[in-house]
């Protein structure tokens, strides 16, 4: 038998584990990339992310361009600097990062101010936060990806 507390896990995880991939803006088609990944990430997400985007996430050593770089980060790491900028390398013209780490109070939780001092470092601007369950996801571009499509527009790349 289940105690409550289960029974509302239970009940809303569901709701949660089938949008993750819809929720941080993914599409079918897009290459995504999975960096950092280990025995505590989130199977649901990443299922989540690979059914919305219909086909499996793409492994660090992946040649060729990416429309997004999914990066599981907890303290302890490495330097979340250089972290970024080789996650930022094979990005498309208009792609981004999503770095993941472990909400507050969560074993491997790494600061927000890190990943807001990080980013502009490495050549990035923070431009969401979005929670998926035990994890909170930092979306973070290039400011040229920001306003790339003003600056020529009519002509794809």
Known sequence: MTSASEQEETREEPREESDYGVRLGFSNGMVVQELGEDDDVDDSLRKSVEETIGRSLVRYDHEGPVDVALLWFREGDGDLVDILT?????????????????????????????????????????TGTVTAGAWTAWRLARP?????????PGHGE
Do not use: F, M, R, Y
């Open 144 to 152: 040229t990806a920001l306003s790339g499509h003003e600056k020529t």
């Open 86 to 126: 080789e996650a930022a390398d094979p990005l498309s013209a208009d792609g981004h990062i999503w770095v993941l780490t472990p909400n507050p109070g969560k074993p491997g939780h790494a600061d927000p101010g890190e990943i807001a001092e990080a980013a502009p470092e490495a050549g990035l601007s923070q």
